[in-house]
């Protein structure tokens, strides 16, 4: 038994276990309104543009650019005690939606706003990964 902390890992709900199932296939999927077509993370049972509770998921393009980011000092979780310094980024995707994830492959002293990323696979778990991101190439 290893004395390491456990990760915290996702736990869907109703309305974002299609985004994390398809997460697990390394496919970005986004929430769409199925009333006025907004697009929409996190996940969430209704439109905040129009109210409507139809949705459908539409493939993201996993290409966005670096909007803010902090580095982590010392991290908040002991989980991530062998990670730190860490960053942690917002990225704007194409598709003009928000989401967070860490920058992989990339000195934290690199980062910077506009960098254009695109997303990458972290295997946490069986049947659970995390988008993260890289600069594009």
Do not use: K
């Not at 456990?6 to 997460?23: H, K, T, Y």
């Not at 997303?119 to 995390?130: K, N, T």
């Amino acid at each position: 038994m290893s004395s390491q902390p456990l990760r915290p890992v996702p736990g869907p709900d109703d309305a974002s276990e299609p985004f994390w199932e398809a997460c697990a296939r390394h496919v970005l999927l986004l929430q769409a309104c199925g009333g006025c077509g907004t697009l929409r993370f996190p996940p969430r049972p209704m439109c905040p543009r129009c109210n409507s509770f139809e949705q459908a998921w539409v493939p993201a393009s996993g290409r966005g650019r670096v909007w803010s980011w902090v580095i982590a000092h010392p991290p908040v979780l002991p989980a991530f005690a062998d990670r730190a310094p860490y960053n942690v980024i917002v990225v704007e995707l194409d598709e003009g939606v928000r989401m967070i994830g860490n920058l992989l492959e990339t000195p934290n002293e690199e980062i910077a706003e506009g960098m254009p990323i695109e997303v990458a696979w972290e295997d946490v778990e069986d049947g659970v990964s995390l988008p993260q991101w890289r600069p594009t190439q």
